[in-house]
């Protein structure tokens, strides 16, 4: 029912503002066959403001001009009482005076939202993108998450002046980011990629993403199939740390996100009874850092995972795994799996062993596989021994 009240006040404000820059009066035909009573909360005490009401609702726009007139002589500082009269003399086509009611009631003060509906309409039929930012950063600053707000956002995401805009209001952080962003994987593509430009700008000019909510946001765009769009997302909070298109990738394991379950394009450590594992410096003279483990059950434990986007084609995976005694333990394998449905990549009877350098091929297919699922598992041992080692220098290579 708001809905339809707001999408009501837009429908009035909008045929207003296209009279505002229009010649003809035919083009001002306005349709008020709506319950305005509903749409303006202003009982009370003042009669002329009821009747005005009233008489907008019957379409008696001569009678709603005059209520609305005494309503203002009555309560001359009362904003609703002028956006009232603003919405009489559009009634009557009646636009000079219309706007100079509504530029008084903004005099009176912006928290009015069907003031900022009317300046939101002026500033897009004039294409003026700077105020139509603007007036939408007011409604969403005052809680108005309408439709009309939405389809604005929308309208200024088209064009690169209208994205310049609303990344200006964006880059001062304000609460509404999060509804900007809102069901992001259901958009249509064109949206998506003009959300993310404008978020972009956002980020550049001083925006601040909570890296908590982009990681939900980056995967529902994953399970729904838009890795490259979740990519795009989570690059502003990570930067390149990870890049799907170069023909090698180096997967280390953050020291400084042990548990990185923030981090969808990061090593995620498992949690799990039976299973210690964390992230250790190694002493190789070129540093690094490599994955300890210590697995006490009875089945095969993943110890660890994370999210890649790799395009289709054909690739080599590699890893060096120590068991604790010092060899290559043959019980540690790496597998790859599209995310969505795709199937598994790999498979363990495929792996070669050289030393304690471990690697298999695998394809990526063209369809149904825009993201890829990477995972570190132990076998457990037949002896009921508890398995310890470390694996490092993960890498995954393109071969064609």
């Not at 005059?66 to 309503?71: D, F, P, V």
């Not at 070129?286 to 095969?300: D, E, I, N």
């Amino acid at each position: 029912m708001v809905i339809l009240k707001l999408a009501s006040i837009f429908a009035l404000v909008s045929a207003g503002c296209g009279c505002l820059i229009s010649t003809s009066d035919r083009e001002c035909a306005l349709d008020l066959g709506y319950n305005l009573q509903s749409l303006f909360p202003i009982r009370g005490p003042n009669q002329s403001r009821a009747m005005a009401v009233e008489a907008l609702e019957r379409g008696d726009y001569s009678r709603a001009v005059a209520s609305a007139k005494r309503a203002v002589s009555e309560d001359p500082i009362g904003q609703r009482t002028a956006s009232l009269l603003g919405s009489a003399f559009l009634g009557e086509k009646r636009t000079n005076e219309a706007l100079g009611a509504f530029t008084v009631a903004a005099a009176l003060g912006w928290r009015d939202q069907w003031v900022q509906h009317f300046w939101l309409s002026v500033a897009q039929t004039s294409g003026d993108f700077r105020v139509a930012a603007q007036r939408v950063d007011a409604l969403l600053r005052i809680g108005v998450k309408d439709p009309t707000v939405d389809s604005s956002l929308n309208f200024l995401g088209e064009s690169p002046v209208g994205r310049a805009a609303l990344a200006s209001r964006l880059a001062e952080n304000p609460a509404w980011v999060s509804f900007y962003l809102e069901n992001l994987d259901r958009r249509s593509a064109d949206t998506r990629l003009q959300k993310l430009m404008t978020i972009s700008q956002a980020v550049h000019q001083g925006l601040v993403l909570d890296r908590g909510y982009i990681t939900q946001i980056t995967l529902s765009l994953i399970k729904s199939g838009k890795a490259s769009d979740a990519f795009s997302l989570w690059k502003l909070i990570a930067g390149t740390q990870l890049n799907a298109n170069i023909p090698a990738q180096d997967l280390p394991f953050l020291l400084s996100l042990p548990n990185s379950s923030a981090s969808p394009f990061e090593w995620s450590l498992a949690k799990a009874a039976g299973l210690e594992s964390d992230v250790i410096k190694t002493a190789s003279a070129k540093g690094g850092t490599a994955l300890h483990f210590l697995s006490q059950v009875s089945w095969r434990q993943t110890v660890a995972s994370r999210i890649t986007t790799l395009r289709s084609g054909r690739y080599r995976v590699s890893w060096r795994a120590a068991s604790n005694s010092g060899d290559a333990p043959a019980w540690v394998h790496i597998g790859v799996s599209c995310i969505g449905g795709g199937g598994v990549l790999t498979s363990a009877a495929a792996t070669k062993h050289l030393d304690s350098l471990s690697s298999y091929d695998f394809s990526v297919p063209p369809e149904s596989c825009s993201a890829q699922t990477i995972s570190i598992a132990v076998d457990p041992d037949s002896a009921s021994v508890a398995r310890e080692g470390r694996i490092s220098d993960v890498k995954i290579v393109r071969t064609g």
